[in-house]
């Protein structure tokens, strides 16, 4: 950590300080459930947002989008959103299996209630199969190691072995990762990366949106990005939001963007065959299941969506790699450290029924 990457702050019920040996081992699926969440809500949402809500009745969970925290400039089919808490599925998932069973998901169990993503239990204990594996257990690890990392990344090639294995992890969610290694391919990307940042720079409505979530980065708040996040001091974070919201930074952001993007070893453009929410669950499942699997790999990673959530952009980017439906755009690479952002308690995005 350097002189802009204060320590975070330590909150009580902080998810990032949750221990392994404090599982309720003895206690009812609904308590064990309820812990589990704790690794749920570490997962990573459009301006950590964290745009989901959780219900337990008995042994089953609800999975729930909360679209009071959508973002109508930037994302606004809710694309992101439901990829965010693809993402905490996911972690929730790798969280079971941790613990020993093998969990049980139905995505959008009621067609008539849309913002109900999908029913979780924990199901039968993984003895019979031999199971939890090492690779659940690295995935498990890598859970509180993944940070979204927006610095420049070293000038080192990510081996192929392990770009081919990152794309076998995107494969088994359901989604395809293609990759840009090639300088020129890479350029044709980063152009489109630049082009998004102008248009969004421009944009009063998305200027306006980003700024209600940049934080101070001695906020108390436990959403959104605070300034440190994106290699910003003390002072800086205080008087960002106003500038973020004020200026036109368009042409600013895309000549940085332009060289993070270039100057990283690879970028991968995550896409999938549909283009509903069933396929935006998918994404987002794939998506955690990639950060974490190069986390394992003690790779970083950022993002780059900026062409995909400009709508005259996206079909550009889709002929690029020649599918319909590109939904995420990353950097990876390796980075240095950088510390956690805020997370909401599990508590707080909690509520318990009798009925589902
Ligand atoms: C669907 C999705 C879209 C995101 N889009 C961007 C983005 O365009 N630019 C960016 O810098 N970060 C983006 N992020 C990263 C979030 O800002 C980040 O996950 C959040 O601030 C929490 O920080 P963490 O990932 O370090 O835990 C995105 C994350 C998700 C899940």
């Known amino acids: 950590m350097n002189a802009n990457t204060p320590a975070t702050q330590t909150h009580p019920n902080d998810p990032w300080s949750i221990e392994d040996w404090a599982f309720p081992r003895t206690e009812s699926a ?30 089953d969970l609800g999975l729930f989008a909360d679209r009071t925290r959508s973002l109508p400039a930037v994302d606004p089919g809710d694309r992101e959103l439901i990829m965010s808490c693809g993402a905490a599925l996911f972690h929730l998932r790798v969280a079971i299996r941790h613990f020993g069973y093998a969990p049980v998901v139905r995505p959008f169990p009621d067609p008539a209630d849309p913002d109900l993503l999908a029913f979780v239990r924990l199901g039968e204990r993984l003895e019979a ?146 283009d509903d929410a069933p396929a935006h669950l998918a994404a987002g499942q794939a998506l955690a299941r990639v950060l974490l699997t190069a986390t394992t790999y003690g790779l970083s990673a950022s993002f780059l969506n900026q062409p995909l959530e400009v709508a005259a952009l996206r079909p550009e980017v889709a002929r690029l790699i020649g599918t319909s439906h590109p939904q995420l755009i990353l950097r990876l690479g390796y980075g240095p450290e950088v510390p956690t952002t805020p997370r909401r308690p599990a508590r707080a995005v909690l509520s318990s029924s009798r009925y589902l």
Do not use: C
Request: glycine share 10%; net charge negative; no cysteine.
């Open 129 to 274: 199969t031999g199971a939890p594996t090492m690779e659940d257990d690295r995935l498990f690890t890598a859970i509180k190691q993944r940070h979204t990392n927006r610095r420049p990344f070293a000038d080192r090639p990510v081996p192929d072995e392990e770009l081919g294995l990152l794309e076998a992890a995107a494969l088994q969610e359901g989604a395809r990762l293609h990759l840009f290694t090639q300088p020129e391919r890479k350029g044709i990307l980063a152009d489109l990366i630049a082009e998004g940042d102008r248009i969004q720079g421009a944009d009063e409505d998305f200027r306006r949106e980003l700024a209600a979530w940049l934080h101070p980065n001695r906020s108390r708040r436990r959403d959104g990005i605070p300034g440190y996040a994106q290699g910003v001091g003390d002072l800086r974070s205080y008087i960002g939001p106003f500038v973020v919201r004020t200026f036109d930074w368009g042409g600013g952001r895309a000549a940085k963007d332009r060289q993070l993007a270039e100057g990283s070893p690879v970028l991968l453009v995550l896409s999938t065959e549909d």
């Open 30 to 59: 609904s308590e064990q459930l309820a812990f589990l969440l704790n690794y749920a809500v570490l997962a990573p949402s459009g301006h950590n947002t964290q745009p989901w809500r959780f219900k337990i009745a008995g042994a």
